[in-house]
């Protein structure tokens, strides 16, 4: 066989490895995966300014393969729930590239290693709050709550919170004040956030018979609810600043970002529509987003 003939063998292997990759990567969940994680981050620096970088590169690594394995296990266990929505159906296991056993594996793996590397490297704090945000994410929400009740995500948003006390462990692993805020800030934060994707996504939720607060009460008792989160949010945002030693660069930061988010969701409290609630969706995730940056500048300045 020549080696002209061997070409286009090699180079299919090489793009369905590829393809493998861009799948397993996919199980992740990164964009989500990744803000949560940046969260956890900030909150270490928070805790300790002088934290070392050794510490935090490490938690970046396990935090986001911990994170990493809990949202594969999501992927298997909601493979039929996935397979009935149209934002969701081309997911990899759902869609049958990944198969179940080598998701499984492949999530197993990851949390072993993020779980257990936390244990040695960054102490046995870490680890707990890591694999006390898997259980959550994985078991609580995926397995027990999303498909029996409203109150799924509101509960399943502790997931979030553990991933922020993990990081604070990183540095302080006695949790002052500042990180149970801190930890409150994404808890507030996860229920408008996937509340205004459930609105903008109604058809999808209910084909997959998913009992998300809007398609069990509707639009506008959803947006009402929304809006006292984003309140709530915004008070614990200003209340972090003297509890955990931020300045006023945060300060007006917060302010600012969480004025303009909380007058969205008055918006769309007011007037509820599908395009408002998809927009507080995609905007909660900048909000989120500002807040870390305003605590990064804080403590550079």
């Given at each position: 066989?020549?080696?002209?003939?061997?070409?286009?063998?090699?180079?299919?292997?090489?793009?369905?490895?590829?393809?493998?990759?861009?799948?397993?990567?996919?199980?992740?969940?990164?964009?989500?995966?990744?803000?949560?994680?940046?969260?956890?981050?900030?909150?270490?620096a928070v805790a300790d300014p002088e934290v070392g970088a050794a510490r935090l590169a490490t938690f970046?690594?396990?935090?986001?393969?911990?994170?990493?394995?809990?949202?594969?296990?999501?992927?298997?266990?909601?493979?039929?729930?996935?397979?009935?929505?149209?934002?969701?159906?081309?997911?990899?296991?759902?869609?049958?590239?990944?198969?179940?056993?080598?998701?499984?594996?492949?999530?197993?793996?990851?949390?072993?290693?993020?779980?257990?590397?936390?244990?040695?490297?960054?102490?046995?704090?870490?680890?707990?709050?890591?694999?006390?945000?898997?259980?959550?994410?994985?078991?609580?929400?995926?397995?027990?709550?999303?498909?029996?009740?409203?109150?799924?995500?509101?509960?399943?948003?502790?997931?979030?919170?553990?991933?922020?006390?993990?990081?604070?462990?990183?540095?302080?692993?006695?949790?002052?004040?500042?990180?149970?805020?801190?930890?409150?800030?994404?808890?507030?934060?996860?229920?408008?956030?996937?509340?205004?994707?459930?609105?903008?996504?109604?058809?999808?939720?209910?084909?997959?018979?998913?009992?998300?607060?809007?398609?069990?009460?509707?639009?506008?008792?959803?947006?009402?609810?929304?809006?006292?989160?984003?309140?709530?949010?915004?008070?614990?945002?200003?209340?972090?600043?003297?509890?955990a030693g931020l300045g006023p660069v945060y300060l007006v930061g917060a302010a600012a970002s969480g004025?303009?988010?909380?007058?969205?969701?008055?918006?769309?409290?007011?007037?509820?529509?599908?395009?408002?609630?998809?927009?507080?969706?995609?905007?909660?995730?900048?909000?989120?987003?500002?807040?870390?940056?305003?605590?990064?500048?804080?403590?550079?300045?």
């Open positions: 066989m020549t080696t002209t003939a061997l070409e286009p063998t090699a180079a299919a292997r090489r793009r369905r490895a590829w393809a493998m990759v861009r799948d397993l990567v996919s199980l992740t969940k990164p964009k989500v995966t990744s803000l949560l994680l940046a969260f956890g981050l900030v909150s270490a970046a690594l396990l935090g986001y393969l911990a994170a990493g394995g809990a949202a594969a296990l999501n992927h298997v266990f909601d493979r039929d729930l996935d397979a009935r929505m149209d934002r969701t159906r081309a997911r990899p296991v759902a869609s049958g590239r990944v198969g179940v056993p080598e998701a499984v594996a492949f999530a197993a793996l990851l949390l072993a290693g993020a779980i257990g590397g936390a244990a040695v490297a960054l102490g046995v704090a870490v680890a707990a709050w890591m694999a006390a945000g898997a259980a959550t994410y994985a078991g609580l929400y995926t397995l027990v709550l999303k498909r029996r009740t409203r109150h799924n995500i509101v509960i399943g948003g502790l997931a979030g919170s553990c991933g922020v006390l993990a990081g604070w462990s990183v540095a302080d692993p006695g949790l002052a004040p500042g990180a149970w805020l801190l930890a409150l800030l994404v808890f507030l934060w996860t229920p408008p956030h996937f509340w205004g994707l459930a609105i903008a996504r109604d058809r999808d939720y209910r084909a997959a018979g998913v009992p998300m607060l809007p398609q069990v009460l509707g639009l506008a008792p959803t947006a009402r609810a929304m809006l006292g989160y984003a309140v709530a949010m915004l008070l614990t945002s200003l209340l972090l600043a003297p509890v004025a303009a988010f909380v007058a969205l969701c008055w918006a769309t409290w007011r007037r509820p529509t599908v395009r408002r609630a998809l927009w507080t969706f995609k905007l909660s995730g900048a909000y989120l987003a500002t807040l870390l940056l305003a605590m990064v500048a804080d403590l550079a300045a």
